[in-house]
């Protein structure tokens, strides 16, 4: 007859009351979820092994540390972003969804035991002193990451107002590794920006998706619309790490006349929701642009795949990072909690975002153009006698430059975003009916 868990653990006394307890547990769970079978062979092994760390590590660890550190490895084992939350990591978490802490600016995860940049927060450190995603934190003030928890990197990462930190960065294209010293700062992170590109042609900028952000993109909405009559919108979600989900779920909704924004599939009974736009489009259907690149992760690609979707935008840009995953807090006692992975994110169409990320509809990748000078172009109105324009106006139309045109070398992508908005604008205009009163003014008097 096979041993129960409780006198299994009592051969192993020696591991300690804590682990008996832990085991114990693990085992009530594991005979709740698989109908009364139990890994009876995999728990003696735990406790051989915890045993024979207790007894033989060439430093004490107390018991307590020793079960801590097996919850995070049993969390890393599964997945990037499920993780192990101490009371210090918990309240770090709070504090980066409501918009302030301190620190470098970087949103991270793991990858093959290495801490791999999701993207810069805008205006913060990390963003300053060139940061890019994709880059790989090698060592933090010269201690290698390899091994070491995500919990532990961030808590390394986080630190007073004008501390340093030399953080050592591999960088795809880089033949080898380099040192990047940030000081870190207060993180205030202005979720929202808006500006016009060009007169009718607006912009806004999402840097990262926080409680408050789906009021704040309307607010910038209104703000715009009463500014002047609105032609053609980019929203730029590039870089954005994603945040809050019920956040998401607003923005789309300001684009959206109603409709399916988001689902999620997962194996607890609640892990299935489906969440709805509101039925009105606050942005009152103007033409729209996403842009999103490898850095755009989580709430970011809820967002672009829910437009992509229902046809309400055109997504430009390069492919987006692929988090499709649903991460739920469950707490296992006052101080400590577990962030696991539950479900799944799907778009309206049942594409699933995970690892597989949005394709953007108009590829453009990011890239240095420098717009070839016609200096010394001589045109009509260069000429020695010319005649003067019939509408009065002498200037040449190459003498009125473009807003965009200072976009080119700095932001392509934008560059191209607005080109295609303004197209579209154009083509919108040309399609429509002549105003009345400017056909009456062409059909003879009546007699």
Same mark, same amino acid.
């Not at 096979?2 to 547990?25: F, I, S, V």
């Not at 299935?272 to 259907?285: C, I, L, V």
């Given at each position: 007859?096979?041993?129960?868990?409780?006198?299994?653990?009592?051969?192993?006394?020696?591991?300690?009351?804590?682990?008996?307890?832990?085991?114990?547990?693990?085992?009530?769970?594991?005979?709740?979820?698989?109908?009364?079978?139990?890994?009876? @062979?995999?728990?003696?092994?735990?406790?051989?092994?915890?045993?024979?760390?207790?007894?033989?590590?060439?430093?004490?660890? @107390?018991?307590?540390?020793?079960?801590?550190?097996?919850?995070?490895?049993?969390?890393?084992?599964?997945?990037?972003?499920?993780?192990?939350?101490?009371?210090?990591?918990?309240?770090?978490?709070?504090?980066?969804?409501?918009?302030?802490?301190?620190?470098?600016?970087?949103?991270?995860?793991? @990858?093959?035991?290495?801490?791999?940049?999701?993207?810069?927060?805008?205006?913060?450190?990390?963003?300053?002193?060139?940061?890019?995603?994709?880059? +790989?934190?090698?060592?933090?003030?010269?201690?290698?990451?390899?091994?070491?928890?995500?919990?532990?990197?961030?808590?390394?990462?986080?630190?007073? =107002?004008?501390?340093?930190?030399?953080?050592?960065?591999?960088?795809?294209?880089?033949?080898?590794?380099?040192?990047?010293?940030?000081?870190?700062?207060?993180?205030?992170?202005?979720?929202?920006?808006?500006?016009?590109?060009?007169?009718?042609?607006?912009?806004?900028?999402?840097?990262?998706?926080?409680?408050?952000?789906?009021?704040?993109?309307?607010?910038?909405?209104?703000?715009?619309?009463?500014?002047?009559? &609105? =032609?053609?919108?980019?929203? @730029?979600?590039?870089?954005?790490?994603?945040?809050? &989900?019920?956040? %998401?779920?607003?923005?789309?909704?300001?684009?959206?006349?109603?409709?399916?924004?988001?689902?999620?599939?997962?194996? *607890?009974?609640?892990?299935?929701?489906?969440?709805?736009?509101?039925?009105?489009?606050?942005?009152?259907?103007?033409?729209?642009?996403?842009?999103?690149?490898?850095?755009?992760?989580?709430? %970011?690609?809820?967002?672009?795949?829910?437009?992509?979707?229902?046809?309400?935008?055109?997504?430009?840009?390069?492919?987006?990072?692929?988090?499709?995953?649903?991460?739920?807090? *469950?707490?296992?006692?006052?101080?400590?909690?577990?962030?696991?992975?539950?479900?799944?994110?799907?778009?309206?169409?049942?594409?699933?975002?995970?690892?597989?990320? +949005?394709?953007?509809?108009?590829?453009?990748?990011?890239?240095?153009?420098?717009?070839?000078?016609?200096?010394?172009? +001589?045109?009509?109105?260069?000429?020695?006698?010319?005649?003067?324009?019939?509408?009065?106006?002498?200037?040449?139309?190459? /003498?009125?430059?473009?807003?965009?045109?200072? *976009?080119?070398?700095?932001?392509?992508?934008?560059?191209? /975003? &607005?080109?295609?908005? =303004?197209?579209?604008?154009? *083509?919108?205009?040309?399609?429509?009916?002549?105003?009345?009163? %400017?056909?009456?003014?062409?059909?003879?008097?009546?007699?």
């Amino acid at each position: 007859m096979p041993l129960e868990p409780r006198q299994l653990l009592r051969r192993h006394a020696r591991a300690g009351a804590l682990a008996t307890a832990l085991l114990a547990g693990t085992a009530q769970g594991a005979m709740e979820a698989d109908e009364g079978r139990l890994a009876f @062979d995999e728990l003696r092994t735990f406790a051989d092994v915890f045993s024979q760390i207790r007894q033989g590590y060439v430093e004490e660890i @107390d018991d307590s540390t020793l079960l801590e550190y097996a919850i995070e490895g049993m969390l890393t084992g599964l997945d990037p972003h499920s993780v192990y939350l101490t009371r210090d990591a918990f309240e770090d978490l709070q504090t980066t969804t409501s918009g302030e802490f301190s620190g470098l600016g970087l949103e991270v995860g793991m @990858d093959n035991g290495l801490i791999r940049v999701i993207a810069p927060i805008d205006g913060s450190p990390a963003a300053e002193a060139g940061m890019q995603p994709g880059d +790989i934190i090698l060592k933090l003030d010269n201690q290698p990451v390899k091994g070491m928890s995500l919990g532990d990197a961030v808590a390394k990462m986080r630190g007073p =107002k004008g501390s340093e930190i030399e953080l050592t960065i591999g960088r795809a294209g880089q033949g080898r590794p380099f040192a990047v010293t940030l000081v870190r700062d207060v993180i205030k992170v202005a979720s929202v920006r808006e500006r016009w590109l060009e007169p009718g042609f607006g912009y806004i900028r999402i840097s990262q998706f926080q409680k408050s952000t789906g009021d704040d993109v309307g607010a910038a909405l209104e703000r715009l619309q009463e500014e002047q009559t &609105l =032609k053609g919108l980019v929203l @730029d979600l590039r870089n954005n790490p994603g945040g809050v &989900l019920g956040a %998401s779920v607003d923005v789309a909704g300001l684009f959206l006349p109603g409709g399916q924004v988001v689902y999620t599939e997962g194996r *607890l009974a609640n892990a299935a929701q489906s969440y709805d736009a509101t039925p009105e489009d606050a942005s009152g259907g103007v033409p729209l642009i996403v842009l999103i690149n490898g850095g755009s992760a989580s709430a %970011s690609e809820i967002v672009a795949g829910a437009l992509q979707d229902h046809g309400r935008a055109i997504i430009m840009g390069t492919g987006s990072f692929g988090k499709g995953s649903v991460q739920t807090v *469950l707490p296992i006692s006052e101080d400590r909690a577990v962030k696991l992975t539950t479900a799944l994110y799907f778009t309206p169409n049942g594409r699933s975002i995970q690892a597989a990320g +949005i394709a953007p509809d108009i590829v453009v990748e990011r890239a240095r153009l420098e717009a070839l000078s016609e200096e010394g172009r +001589i045109s009509e109105a260069d000429l020695v006698g010319h005649l003067d324009n019939g509408n009065g106006d002498n200037g040449g139309a190459g /003498a009125k430059a473009s807003g965009a045109s200072a *976009l080119l070398a700095t932001d392509n992508q934008l560059y191209e /975003a &607005l080109t295609l908005l =303004k197209g579209v604008s154009i *083509l919108g205009m040309r399609g429509a009916p002549a105003p009345a009163a %400017s056909v009456a003014a062409k059909e003879p008097a009546a007699e």
